[in-house]
């Protein structure tokens, strides 16, 4: 079955009757890419650039950044490729960045409430960004958002960005999409309030479900439950997916959830449209896709959504597994 999952991973991941998912990959360094693609996927959903900004002692100039970015960039070959920014604080600590002692440090000063405080530092790294999509198609992620304001904010330095380009002769692109992490209660909750300042969405399922169920993602004390099939995750990624659909742009799914080959008719059934996991899930999620009908996808979505317990979810999903195979 294997063998043959990777013998098919130049095949689009497309349902039986049509619709297709595009399947793209996590990557934490440019060289990560040419795996990925052998394994079938189709861009990069989730760039991680802290990769670039941690382990050392300094920030990484603005040429260092650009280098990596348009290797990535390039690399996509026409495909996609979402860098996120800088996703720090929390479990990822920067010895260079004072961050001070916090009691809850993923409750505290991380990802994009760093950015737009250390403007410097955001204005920095999205000119590289900006300067990559000269070579390949790349777009701007933002994490841990929890309001429009935020993204608002951020876009104005984007704009700040652009200026200090052209001020400096530099070849850019001027039309980089703009999207966010969906991966607080808080933007799932409010995603129709969210959309209208986003080009995409990319569901972050890693942080939702430890922010939705109050269970740290590390902790194996409570990792029993720690399930992306709970049912208030679940309502939250349906909610978050129809707000994207009603407004007209596009969503994506970037967590571990999207490489759960268990998880991915419900996701199809609920209208998703992009998988971005870690490059060997690809084969196994696309077998699942090519398997699968949208009505049955469908009514997988209402059947999960109408269950009290994550368990339950789960013994569905493998039963409907089973009987697929
Ligand atoms: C997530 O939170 O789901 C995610 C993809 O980001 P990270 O795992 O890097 O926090
Ligand atoms: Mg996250």
């Known amino acids: 079955q294997r ?19 595009q399947l793209a990959a996590n990557i ?6 040419e795996n990925a693609r052998a ?36 690399g996509c070959g026409g495909h996609l490729c979402v860098i996120r920014t800088l996703d720090i604080g929390g479990d990822k600590p920067l010895a260079h960045l004072a961050i001070g002692h916090e009691d809850n440090p993923f409750l505290g000063w991380r990802a994009i409430r760093i950015s737009l405080e250390r403007t410097d530092l955001f204005r920095t790294q999205l000119k590289a960004i900006l300067r990559a999509g000269c070579y390949g ?20 330095i984007l704009t700040e960005a652009t200026e200090e380009l052209a001020r400096e002769r530099r070849e850019f692109a001027a ?56 049912p208030a995750v679940l309502r939250l990624i349906d909610a978050t997916i129809q707000a994207a659909r009603q407004q007209g742009i596009w969503v994506g799914m970037c967590g571990e959830m999207a490489g759960d080959p268990l998880a991915a008719p419900l996701l199809v059934g609920m209208g998703i449209d992009e998988l971005s996991m870690s490059a060997p899930s690809i084969p196994q999620v696309k077998a699942v896709i090519r398997n699968l009908s949208i009505c049955e996808a469908q009514e997988m979505r209402e059947a999960a959504l109408a269950m009290d317990d994550a368990a339950a979810v789960r013994a569905y999903l493998e039963k409907w597994r089973r009987s697929a195979a």
């Open 3 to 21: 063998r043959q999952d990777l013998a098919d991973a130049t095949l689009p991941a497309v349902t039986r009757d049509g619709v297709r998912v």
């Open 28 to 33: 934490g360094s440019p060289g990560e890419w």
């Open 39 to 74: 394994l079938g996927a189709e861009g990069v959903g989730l760039f991680r650039s802290e990769f670039l900004f941690m382990g050392r002692d300094a920030f990484p100039s603005e040429e260092e950044q650009f280098a990596a970015y348009r290797q990535a960039a390039e």
């Open 175 to 230: 039309d980089v999409p703009v999207g966010i992490m969906v991966e607080t209660p808080a933007a799932a909750a409010t995603a129709s309030l969210l959309a209208p300042a986003c080009d995409f969405f990319s569901i972050g399922t890693n942080d939702l479900v430890q922010y939705t169920l109050a269970v740290d993602r590390g902790n194996p004390k409570v990792a029993p439950l720690y399930s992306h099939f709970h």
């Open 137 to 156: 198609k790349v777009a701007v992620m933002l994490p841990m958002v929890i309001s429009a304001g935020e993204i608002r904010q951020a876009r104005a």
